[in-house]
């Protein structure tokens, strides 16, 4: 079989792909490679267990928690927050694991496991393959060595949680956001309840949508995926601005008050050089991946801060960070990470940060966002292909060179296989939007046709 373990987790169809003996093997594999410090340490190790509202979340829920308790670990469940929030909350609670039960921006059948070692950071490739090892070592019949009587894990429901995670965000703003009218749009997710709070305790005058979650409606036609509503009710609220988010809420996108996108590598370049102002930022380095805009490069130079690039996956970025000791990285996609205050991307604390900008500036986010002007970039997915061959079939090496020679400096090309849907990405920057789609449209015929 494939790997497990994608970009962010274990992820497919719930009750098909993910299944609760899955979700309940790989619990078990998890607390014996990550628990093992806490039982050094001369204590009952500790975990922490969130999930977004997925109906599925309940019953892969319940096997994550059945599977951490049997291999003697103490569960927290601490019931739908956000990913960051867990992150957070494993880290605060000196947890020695966490588990974050998500697909992000998946649609609502899809469901995902991710583990979380002690202080809330995710999972290196090496503890990601050890515990997948002994979950197929299991699998082929190795016993699991089980605890019996008063050495089985507890289980309890952490309500504090919550509040916890908001006074963490709160307290983190260098300033409030009273005057500001912002609108949210939570994707039916995570961070339904969280988001708005926060918001509205930082003084800001907020509107709601997609905030509703019944457990089915997740990412669907709202969030950080789908931005037409959010545009549409910046526009007729009359609002500074908008703030989407996906279904675990590590993600932050923005709508300007005249209803256009800010993507993430705008939102980086207004935080960079907020934080360069207050003195945080670190090296003066903003670390980036591949997939960031050439625009967001050109800017970076024009201001006179260092760009770091790394592989597409916030985890990549964080490990960057980590190593060097930067601040401030992040993704197009809205993942922005601030190292200092989470550790992962978060959603709400870049929404935050992002609002007390533009309340301590007095300038829209327009204007602050103006810092960096997008080139045109084109992103193709191409379902049901080979993803595992991208980077090895030479037809497509020819075809991608030959669309580099095309575009010369002034574009790029970049093809890569999902970290966690089943596809190849196709993207292609150019000075013009058409020459843009015309490669790309080319590329991903020649996908189709070479792995299909």
Same mark, same amino acid.
């Given at each position: 079989?494939?790997?497990?373990?994608?970009?962010?987790?274990?992820?497919?169809?719930?009750?098909?792909?993910?299944?609760?003996?899955?979700?309940?093997?790989?619990?078990?594999?998890?607390?014996?490679?990550?628990?093992?410090?806490?039982?050094?340490?001369?204590?009952?190790?500790?975990?922490?267990?969130?999930?977004?509202?997925?109906?599925?979340?309940?019953?892969?829920?319940?096997?994550?928690?059945?599977?951490?308790?049997?291999?003697?670990?103490?569960?927290?469940?601490?019931?739908?927050?956000?990913?960051?929030?867990?992150?957070?909350?494993?880290?605060?609670?000196?947890?020695?694991?966490?588990?974050?039960?998500?697909?992000?921006?998946?649609?609502?059948?899809?469901?995902?496991?991710?583990?979380?070692?002690?202080?809330?950071?995710?999972?290196?490739?090496?503890?990601?393959?050890?515990?997948?090892?002994?979950?197929?070592?299991?699998?082929?019949?190795?016993?699991?060595?089980?605890?019996?009587?008063?050495?089985?894990?507890?289980?309890?429901?952490?309500?504090?949680?919550?509040?916890?995670?908001?006074?963490?965000?709160?307290?983190?703003?260098?300033?409030?956001?009273?005057?500001?009218?912002?609108?949210?749009?939570?994707?039916?997710?995570?961070?339904?309840?969280?988001?708005?709070?926060?918001?509205? +305790?930082?003084?800001?005058?907020?509107? &709601?949508?997609?905030?509703?979650?019944?457990?089915?409606?997740?990412?669907?036609?709202?969030?950080? &995926?789908?931005?037409?509503?959010?545009?549409?009710?910046?526009?007729?609220?009359?609002?500074?601005?908008?703030?989407?988010?996906?279904?675990?809420?590590?993600?932050?996108?923005?709508?300007?008050?005249?209803?256009?996108?800010?993507?993430?590598?705008?939102?980086?370049?207004?935080?960079?050089?907020?934080?360069?102002?207050?003195?945080?930022?670190?090296?003066?380095?903003?670390?980036?991946?591949?997939?960031?805009?050439?625009?967001?490069?050109?800017?970076?130079?024009?201001?006179?801060?260092?760009?770091?690039?790394?592989?597409?996956?916030?985890?990549?970025?964080?490990?960057?960070?980590?190593?060097?000791?930067?601040?401030?990285?992040?993704?197009?996609?809205?993942?922005?990470?601030?190292?200092?205050?989470?550790?992962?991307?978060?959603?709400?604390?870049?929404?935050?940060?992002?609002?007390?900008?533009?309340?301590? &500036?007095?300038?829209?986010?327009?204007?602050?966002?103006?810092?960096?002007?997008?080139?045109?970039?084109?992103?193709?997915?191409?379902?049901?292909?080979?993803?595992?061959?991208?980077?090895?079939?030479?037809?497509?090496?020819?075809?991608?060179?030959?669309?580099?020679?095309?575009?010369?400096?002034?574009?790029?090309?970049?093809?890569?296989?999902?970290? &966690?849907?089943?596809?190849?990405?196709?993207?292609?920057?150019?000075?013009?939007?058409?020459?843009? +789609?015309?490669?790309?449209?080319?590329?991903?015929?020649?996908?189709?046709?070479?792995?299909?």
């Amino acid at each position: 079989m494939g790997r497990l373990f994608g970009t962010d987790g274990v992820r497919g169809v719930a009750n098909a792909d993910l299944t609760a003996e899955l979700a309940l093997g790989l619990s078990v594999a998890a607390a014996h490679v990550l628990a093992e410090a806490g039982s050094f340490r001369g204590h009952r190790p500790v975990a922490v267990v969130g999930r977004d509202p997925r109906a599925s979340g309940e019953f892969l829920e319940a096997a994550i928690v059945a599977g951490l308790a049997s291999a003697g670990v103490d569960v927290l469940r601490v019931g739908v927050l956000p990913t960051p929030a867990v992150a957070y909350l494993t880290g605060a609670l000196g947890a020695d694991l966490g588990v974050m039960l998500s697909a992000s921006h998946n649609a609502m059948p899809d469901n995902g496991v991710k583990f979380l070692a002690r202080g809330g950071h995710k999972l290196d490739d090496a503890l990601e393959d050890r515990i997948e090892r002994i979950y197929e070592e299991h699998r082929a019949g190795e016993p699991w060595d089980r605890p019996t009587g008063s050495g089985v894990g507890r289980v309890k429901d952490y309500t504090e949680g919550f509040d916890q995670y908001v006074a963490h965000l709160i307290g983190v703003l260098p300033n409030r956001l009273d005057g500001l009218k912002i609108v949210l749009d939570e994707a039916h997710g995570a961070a339904a309840w969280v988001s708005p709070e926060a918001f509205s +305790r930082a003084g800001a005058e907020i509107v &709601t949508i997609g905030a509703q979650p019944d457990g089915l409606n997740i990412n669907d036609g709202c969030g950080s &995926t789908h931005l037409e509503l959010l545009k549409a009710a910046v526009v007729e609220h009359g609002a500074d601005f908008g703030i989407a988010h996906d279904g675990d809420a590590d993600r932050c996108l923005a709508i300007d008050g005249d209803g256009n996108e800010v993507d993430g590598d705008q939102i980086l370049a207004v935080l960079a050089l907020d934080l360069r102002e207050r003195g945080g930022l670190r090296e003066n380095t903003v670390v980036g991946t591949v997939m960031s805009n050439l625009g967001f490069k050109l800017a970076m130079e024009r201001e006179g801060i260092n760009l770091v690039e790394t592989a597409v996956g916030d985890r990549y970025v964080l490990e960057s960070m980590k190593e060097h000791g930067y601040a401030l990285g992040g993704e197009q996609s809205g993942h922005v990470i601030v190292l200092d205050h989470a550790t992962t991307g978060d959603g709400t604390l870049t929404g935050l940060l992002l609002a007390a900008r533009v309340a301590s &500036t007095g300038r829209t986010l327009a204007d602050l966002a103006g810092v960096m002007q997008r080139l045109p970039q084109v992103l193709v997915n191409v379902p049901d292909v080979d993803k595992s061959r991208v980077d090895t079939a030479p037809e497509l090496a020819a075809a991608v060179a030959e669309a580099e020679r095309e575009l010369g400096s002034t574009g790029r090309v970049l093809l890569r296989s999902s970290g &966690t849907e089943p596809l190849v990405r196709v993207m292609v920057e150019a000075a013009d939007i058409d020459h843009a +789609r015309s490669v790309a449209g080319r590329l991903a015929d020649v996908v189709k046709s070479v792995l299909g």
